[in-house]
């Protein structure tokens, strides 16, 4: 099948959209756990489930997703996917018991976690041209780093006007036609890695390592990071990732070809996601937080505050790629990560008796600004230099790098948060001047994340301006 210039921008807005239903799930459901947990009868230790199922199962199968991809075909992987999504929230959304949702959530995990992890490989694939995919990159990127705020805005909406189900009922229609139009769009082709066999001791290992990590980290908060249970998780992760990198080391025909990180950007460029990660997982909670719980919006009012940086990201990311053609990775990448730390600094002034127009406004522009400018060098490094059998690898690699960065970051985050809030309540502050304290120290680690992104980034990246129509490198096989 091959697809004209015109099919393969049809193609990227169809991956697009499939990415975006994942990404909204993110956050989509946060919104909405009050009302879930009244009407199913969740405590609020088993609450918590709803997210931890679903990170569970996302976070654990990233990386054999995208090597699936590799092996077996991305468009397969992508449609199977969808398909396990869309089902999924099918059984969310008729769900009339905690067993039920949580056992749905996982399947959806399952089903999120493929899709990701071949979406970005399939966005490589279809843009052979430097300029092209840079553009691609730069709408790609606008979509995987805004949809979670879109996703507070449609939480609210849904669940005031009809119900909590409808968060999950509205992956239907939207998966269905990512299905069909997935069929008709994505051009057919075998796996690039055919002919290997799946590196069942090395998926298994690396599985496992990633969902006792995520395990771990989603309830280090609850259950104490000192604990025997949480050390005694850490500890079975670290030594699982050990066993796994001595396997990797040793088959023929391994699930991570450990050569892939001696690719200085790939490698650089999935450091500085995992601290990128942690400071924007400090924006979204926390500011997000900051307006609900001192200045006492609603859910709703929320999602509209996040609107006029939602339409600023937009912008940037469809014009990045000229930033990135002009400049190079490095330099938009430095000024976007500026800009991010630059909005957390702000939030970590803002007053008990804050105003949007001063205390929310700046900060959220500013993160627009920042991350619509700062993602699509950011993936472009991260995807640079690896071979077209190993691209599905190389986003399985940085989607896991951004979400345990962000997971890892938020726990961290979250803990310092409450520390602070608590002996601020000691010192004699009001509940809500205590809350903001915490916030505060909280914005202010996220921003030091960034800080250190963007050192690591000005530091160890050396990837170059794309030439305008990838003159000097090779391009990946056709699909």
């Known amino acids: 099948m091959t697809l004209t210039a015109r099919g393969r921008w049809l193609a990227l807005y169809v991956l697009c ?22 009407d199913l009868g969740f405590s609020q230790t088993s609450l918590a489930w709803i997210v931890n199922a679903y990170l569970l199962t996302f976070g654990g199968f990233l990386l054999l997703g995208g090597r699936l991809g590799d092996l077996f075909g991305q468009r397969r992987m992508f449609l199977i996917g969808i398909g396990l999504f869309t089902a999924a929230s099918l059984a969310c959304g008729l769900s009339t018991s905690q067993g039920q949702l949580v056992a749905a959530r996982a399947v959806q995990g399952l089903g999120g976690a493929l899709v990701a992890a071949v979406a970005l ?24 780093s805004g949809g979670g705020v879109a996703g507070v805005l449609l939480g609210g909406v849904l669940t005031d006007i009809l119900s909590w189900h409808w968060i999950f009922f509205i992956n239907l229609p939207v998966g269905a036609l990512v299905f069909a139009l997935s069929l008709r769009l994505l051009p057919e082709a075998p796996g690039l890695a055919g002919g290997k066999r799946l590196d069942l001791a090395g998926a298994l290992t690396i599985t496992g390592a990633l ?21 005694g998780l850490l500890a079975g992760a670290v030594l699982l990732l050990l066993a796994f990198l001595v396997v990797e080391s040793r088959v023929a025909s391994p699930l991570v070809p450990l050569g892939i990180f001696r690719n200085r950007d790939v490698s650089s460029a999935n450091s500085v996601g995992i601290l990128m990660a942690a400071g924007m997982f400090a924006y979204f909670f926390f500011s997000a937080l900051y307006m609900q719980q001192v200045l006492d919006y609603t859910p709703l009012e929320v999602g509209l505050a996040y609107l006029p940086s939602m339409v600023i990201w937009g912008t940037c990311s469809l014009y990045s790629d000229r930033l990135v053609m002009r400049f190079g990775i490095k330099p938009p990448l430095l000024a976007g990560l500026s800009l991010m730390a630059l909005s957390l600094l702000l939030f970590a002034r803002a ?11 700046p900060a959220t522009v500013a993160i627009g600004l920042g991350a619509g400018i700062a993602f699509n060098p950011i993936l472009l490094a991260a995807m640079s230099g690896v071979a077209p059998q190993e691209a599905g690898l190389a986003s399985g690699v940085v ?74 490198e090779p391009a990946p096989e056709a699909a």
């Open 211 to 231: 969902m006792l990590a995520v395990y771990a980290i989603v309830n280090g908060n609850e259950t104490g990071w000192l604990t025997a249970q949480t050390l």
């Open 121 to 144: 490989s399939l966005v490589m694939t279809l843009f052979t041209e430097q300029a092209d995919r840079a553009k691609a990159m730069g709408i790609f990127g606008f979509v995987l």
């Open 351 to 361: 007053p008990v008796d804050g105003s949007f127009a001063v205390d929310v406004l």
């Open 17 to 38: 959209l499939g990415d975006l239903m994942i990404v909204l799930d993110g956050t989509i459901v946060n919104v909405a756990l009050p009302t879930i947990r009244d």
């Open 399 to 472: 989607n896991t790098s951004f979400m345990m960065g962000g997971a890892l970051g938020l726990a961290v985050l979250a803990s310092l948060a409450a520390v602070r809030t608590d002996r601020l309540e000691g010192a004699g502050e009001t509940v809500v001047a205590a809350t903001n304290g915490g916030y505060h120290l909280a914005f202010l680690v996220g921003a030091l994340f960034l800080v250190g992104a963007a050192t690591l980034a000005g530091v160890l990246l050396k990837a170059k301006a794309p030439s305008p129509h990838g003159e000097g």
